[in-house]
């Protein structure tokens, strides 16, 4: 076995973090660090004369009209409805806290681009939700330092203190010891992607995924595939030159130039950085104590020559690297191809778009968790339970002054992380779009389906999402288990607990925090270094490099990227902080 690696995301940060909290803290050096709990003893013995309510188990409610600015990403395929303002989310939030939001709307694929726009142009919103990434508006002061103010927050604080968020936050703390993103909180991590297969065909050639899936590799789902195709050219279904697997969220639209979700997934087993998740390749070596570029590991490399083997033997389609979406579920839609990458909320939609190409009781689907590789057990739901978050520009501090500054802090503790707000945004209000049943769970009313929460409906049924904004991506991330879980269809909860019960999570690695000249420079190296490997890790996966006769040419044209210079980097960043502590 291998020594145990752990990962670390593009901008993971070292170990410090919030100002303004009265508990004991650790210290680097003479940087405060993340305090293991937030003592908010101060604020909660405020007395009940500022104008508003707030507090844990307690709504949210100014006691004069107020407005606050907000940006708001727009998704195409579910986009903003006049009905979200004048009777759904938008309108519930203002009749339950007295706070109107006035959206600053962005089409999502281009939601980053305005938001920056705004942002370095001195128009920002007071509200910027659904960020990923702050690192770009740390610098010049457009973006409050939140971790100084989080202790006026009692549902933040109650989360991080229950819940032990200390490690997962100081993963996102700057090197001046503070951290700039309100981050979506999750109890524990939980499989979001993971593959369908078309059951029916499988079992038909003699494939039992369920028995198999607890433990199964990459080589065995390469065979289970191999002899799924040979079944399937037997009964005309398909020809030996086809390929049966043509992946989505790979591609031209949303694969990023990077193999995207499927080089993602299968890179985690391996304990390496790839598609969606390459960041700058930077990992962690936990039985070295040190930081080392992975595209350019063994384990890379093994990674690699599994992903070519399922193009090389005629499985997965090379196109999948190029082509957009619609073109790779219209072949699973139509039975063309018999696996694809689901996530929690698509795998109803996969259902209901196979019943109307395929006909209903023509097929049967089954979501299995990912294989593992031969080195690593590794879960692929992640290793850090943060999410994307919230940042609140330096303008709503500057034209609210610090009293109305905090009173709309608390209203966005109570939109974002109460969980009363959680149940709205979620799924709407009781007794209009649904109820409690006996054992308490939620479900839609009669009449109604939520493509967000992956309930479908019968023709006819109002989409609540589509049609008052409930279930919008903009809200609902994190929380905990109960709350992430409470929408969940049996199949779905069947591949997330499957996951919990058969994968490890990593540990999380230790996070640096680059100054501002370092953080630069570290950019100007990656980015042209990681454009380089993605070019390579497609040409090897499709077939147009061989990664055993060109290895030592990719592994060249690295270092001539200065793929070292950055790993020296982070590791004299790394023993820097360490030394000085």
């Known amino acids: 076995m291998k020594s145990k690696i752990v990962s670390l995301s593009l901008v993971a940060s070292m170990l410090l973090a919030t100002a303004g909290c009265t508990t004991k803290e650790t210290t680097v050096g003479s940087t405060t660090t993340a305090p293991d709990k937030i003592d908010t003893s101060a604020t909660e013995t405020e ?36 009905t979200w303002k004048t009777e759904g989310i938008f309108k519930k939030i203002e009749d339950i806290t007295n706070v109107h939001l006035d959206l600053i709307s962005f089409d999502s694929n281009d939601y980053m681009k305005n938001v920056t726009l705004n942002i370095s142009a001195g128009e920002s919103a007071y509200i910027i939700p659904k960020i990923y990434d702050e690192s770009a508006f740390v610098d010049g002061g457009a973006i409050v330092p939140i971790s100084d103010w989080v202790e006026y927050m009692p549902n933040y604080c109650e989360f991080y203190n229950t819940y032990d968020m200390a490690p997962d936050i100081r993963t996102i703390t700057r090197s001046n010891g503070k951290y700039y993103r309100l981050p979506g909180m999750l109890e524990q991590c939980l499989l979001n992607y993971t593959f369908v297969i078309r059951q029916d065909i499988f079992k038909a050639a003699g494939v039992d995924v369920e028995s198999m899936e607890a433990t199964w590799t990459w ?18 279904m398909c020809k030996e030159t086809d390929y049966i697997w043509s992946d989505l969220w ?26 969606w998740a390459i960041a700058d390749g930077i990992r962690y070596d936990q ?47 139509n039975g063309k191809t018999v696996i694809m990458s689901v996530n929690q909320s698509q795998y109803a939609n996969y259902v209901k ?6 006909g209903a009781g023509n097929f049967e689907l089954y979501a ?57 945004y ?68 069947h591949f997330v607990d499957s996951n919990f019960n058969n994968r490890e999570k990593p540990a999380i690695a230790p ?3 680059p100054n501002d000249d370092q953080n630069e420079q570290m950019t100007l190296i990656a980015t042209p270094l990681i454009d380089e490997v993605n070019a390579w890790t497609l040409w090897f996966v499709t077939g147009q490099k061989d990664v055993e006769k060109d290895w030592d040419e990719y592994v060249k044209v690295c270092q001539e990227k200065r793929c070292q210079e950055l790993v020296d980097l982070y590791n004299s960043i790394y023993k820097g902080a360490a030394k000085s502590s």
């Open 47 to 82: 007395q009940p004369s500022l104008g508003y309510e707030f507090g844990l188990g307690k709504t949210f409610h100014a006691d004069q009209p107020t407005t606050y600015s907000m940006f708001f990403s727009d998704a195409n395929w579910y986009s903003m409805q006049p």
């Open 219 to 236: 080589e065995d789902l390469l065979e289970a595939l191999k002899k799924v195709k040979a079944y399937m050219v037997s009964q005309g």
């Open 250 to 275: 790979c591609g031209s639209e949303s694969g990023q130039s990077s193999g995207g979700n499927l080089l993602k997934v299968m890179g985690i087993t391996y304990d390496v950085n790839a598609g």
């Open 287 to 333: 039985a070295k104590d040190e930081w080392y570029f992975s595209p350019t590991s063994d384990n890379y490399k093994e990674f690699l020559a599994m992903a070519a083997r399922f193009v090389n033997e005629g499985i997965l389609d090379p196109g999948t690297f190029n082509q957009d979406d619609d073109t790779a579920t219209n072949q699973f839609y």
């Open 353 to 358: 778009k196979c019943e109307e190409v395929l």
């Open 368 to 424: 299995t968790i990912p294989p593992r590789s031969k080195l690593y057990n590794y879960s692929t739901a992640g290793d850090v339970r943060l999410e994307n978050g919230v940042m609140i520009s330096q303008k709503a501090l500057d034209e609210l002054g610090k009293d109305g500054f905090i009173e709309m802090l608390r209203f966005v503790d109570w939109l974002f992380y109460s969980p009363e707000a959680y149940t709205l």
């Open 426 to 493: 979620k799924w709407g209000v009781e007794g209009e779009t649904f109820k409690y049943a006996e054992d308490g769970s939620k479900v839609l009313l009669d009449g109604y389906c939520c493509s967000g929460l992956g309930i479908n409906g019968k023709d006819g049924d109002i989409d609540i999402r589509k049609q008052w904004g409930y279930a919008g991506g903009n809200f609902w991330y994190g929380h905990t288990l109960a709350e992430m879980t409470d929408n969940y269809i049996p199949e779905v909860k």
């Open 511 to 513: 996070g640096i925090a």
